[in-house]
Structures are given as C-alpha cells and as structure tokens.
C-alpha cells in the first residue's frame, strides 16, 4: 500500500507545482512507483512543469466520472522507461465542481494499490479544490514562502488541515533568500518554525535554475548543478525516511561576488 | 560604495525596526485573530467553561454571555459581557 500526500499552500504563487514535480521526480528517481495527481482543475500546470503537456489524452475528470479507467489516462514519464512515474493530469475546460470528495477519495484509494507515492497538486485557495484534493490524503506537505502573506495562508491552512484530520502536516519553505535572512530583511527558518509551529520538511533557497528547469519543463531534482534541485533531493529521501540535516544555506561572499559588487555588477 | 553598504548592514543588523522583525509583529497578530477565526468551536468550548466556573459564584444570563477577541492596534484582548442575575450566597465551591 503506498502512501497518498497532498502538496498545498493555501496562496497561490509559492511554488506547489514545482515541488510536487521535483519531489515526485526525486521519489522516482530513488527507484519508487509515483503518480502525480493534478487537482488544479481549470488551471492545469503540472504537465507544462513536468514537460509532458503534448501527451495528454485524457484527464481526472475522465477518470472520476468514470469514462476511462486511471491506467488509461495515466502518462507516463519517459525519463523512466520503466514507466515509473506518472501524471494524471488536470482537465482544463471544467472547473471545480467537475469532482467530488467521494470521488476523489476512491481515486485514491485505487492508486495507492499500484503506486509507493501517490502526490496530489492541490490548487491554491480554500475552496471546493481544496476540499477535494484533501480528501483522499493521509499526509499533507505545506509549502510558503518567507512572506507575510504566504505565511499567514499557510497557518490558515494547517488548521483546516488539522480540522480535516490531516493531523501534523510538514512545512517546506521555499524561495528562501539566505543573504537576505542574514541581513534582517527576511524572515528565517527559526522565525517561521516559531509562527506555524510545525515540523520542516526541508527548504529550497531562491534558484534561477528554477526558472530554467520550468522553461525547458525538466525538474531541477535532475540537475546535479542546481541547490534548489540538491534542497529537493534531499526532502525527497527525508520522505523515504533518512534522516538527511538541512542543507547549509549559509552566504559566504566569494571573492568574485565581492569584485563583482564593487564594480557594481550585482544581481 | 561598499564599505557604505557593510557599515549599513553592520550597525542595522541589531536594530529590532529590521524589516524582517516589522514582519513578525505583524503576523503574530493578525494570526491571533485568524485562528480564533478558524475555530468557532474553541470559543465555544471557552464559553462552556466560563459558564461552569462562573456558576459557582454567581448566578448569571447563560444566553445573552458574550465572548469576543477584540483586535486593537497592537494587542489582542479577549472580551467577555456576562449579565450577572444575582450572588449565591455560600460562595465556597467543593
């Protein structure tokens, strides 16, 4: 039996997708079975982010309502040719109302019998979307970002988490801005710990390897180079259980940083 | 230019107006009141208990009992209107 977890937020913007494409990629690549489940019906973005958007055939509403079975409608990820890792995709001309929470929890409940990790992408909001990309799950991932207002939506959404019995959600920080934390403009791991008071799960500094890996739809947990892809890695064999420490964020100002900043080259 | 922005960085890392600590003030309250927000029931359970202590010493109008977070501009108060109807007049519980 695998294990169902939803990736949510609460605001829009903070980088749900992107991580449900890099830790679902990450699990694959550690030799699990994964299905990435896109619940953002109407607003689908996992296939562009996982690169597979010229595949779909058919999508989640398809399968809940039962016009073709999930195996039919599951594309498979051909960086693995074994086939292990797969998305269900978002339908892009319904809207929310197109599921059910019961339906939701059957679809579930069928692939967990196939798959080791089962990741729900759940749209941001509180809404119907919400409601029923929770339905079906066992665990829950948070995502926010250093902001007031991200944060505040992330605690807004572990108590209707915690109401949904979904008891002890993990936090992922992501876009962290180390040498802004350094400075005092940013809030740091601590100060967020402190406010949700909830376990972290891992944190991803603010990458432009990011921003790259989404244009060319390859997630950055395959790039060896990137530390956003590394901060990846590791929540993802933190997930399979290892205990991995967090990665050192800390800025030291090489010297090249430091001529490029006199000569007023900063970026 | 540089040594301008390290002193800066140097004499305002200890200032507690840091922006990063404007953020946390903030956000603490403003979540007071959001997860009181979220969850009616807690003050609902708060009432309950209030009520059963209270009843110990005095009489009082169970219906019209009143339990509110007020949010002021830097503080948050919890703010409770309880109509007495009368003393008891052995005053000891247990």
Do not use: W
Request: charged content about 25%.
């Amino acid at each position: 039996m695998g294990e169902v977890m939803v990736i949510t937020s609460g605001k829009g913007g903070v980088g749900k997708t992107t991580t449900t494409a890099n830790i679902g990629t990450g699990l694959a690549s550690l030799g699990y079975k994964v299905v990435l489940v896109d619940t953002d019906i109407g607003l689908r973005n996992l296939d562009v982010v996982m690169g597979l958007e010229n595949r779909i055939v058919y999508d989640i509403v398809d399968v809940t309502s039962g016009q073709v079975s999930y195996s039919k409608a599951l594309i498979k990820d051909k960086r693995f040719p074994d086939g292990r890792l797969n998305l269900l995709p978002a339908a892009q001309t319904k809207d929310k109302t197109a599921v059910n929470q019961a339906q939701m929890q059957k679809l579930c409940e069928d692939l967990k019998k196939e798959f080791d990790f089962v990741l729900i992408d759940c749209p941001a909001g509180i809404e119907q979307g919400f409601k029923n990309a929770i339905a079906g799950a066992e665990k829950a991932i948070v995502v926010t970002t250093p902001e007031v207002s991200a944060i505040r939506d992330a605690d807004r959404i572990i108590g209707l988490l915690e109401a949904g019995g979904l008891r002890n959600p993990r936090l992922i920080i992501n876009r962290l801005r180390p040498a802004m934390v350094k400075q005092g403009d940013m809030m740091s791991i601590e100060d967020m710990v402190d406010i949700l008071a909830i376990d972290v799960l891992g944190v991803v500094p603010e990458d432009d390897t990011i921003v790259i890996s989404t244009n060319k739809g390859e997630p950055a947990v395959l790039d060896d180079n990137s530390r956003a892809g590394q901060a990846y890695r590791n929540i993802t064999r933190r997930l399979t259980g290892a205990d991995v420490p967090l990665m050192n964020l800390e800025v030291s100002e090489g010297l090249f940083d430091k001529v490029r900043k006199i000569f007023g080259m900063g970026r | 230019m540089a040594v301008l922005d390290f002193l800066n960085r140097m004499f305002s890392r200890e200032n507690s107006n840091n922006s990063k600590n404007i953020a946390k003030e903030r956000l603490r309250l403003v979540l007071v009141h959001d997860r009181s927000s979220v969850s009616p029931e807690i003050i609902e359970a708060l009432k309950e208990d209030l009520i059963r202590v209270i009843s110990n010493y005095m009489e009082i109008d169970e219906r019209s009992l009143e339990v509110n977070l007020n949010n002021e501009d830097s503080s948050v108060a919890l703010v409770a209107n309880i109509p007495v109807l009368g003393l008891k007049r052995r005053n000891v519980p247990r």
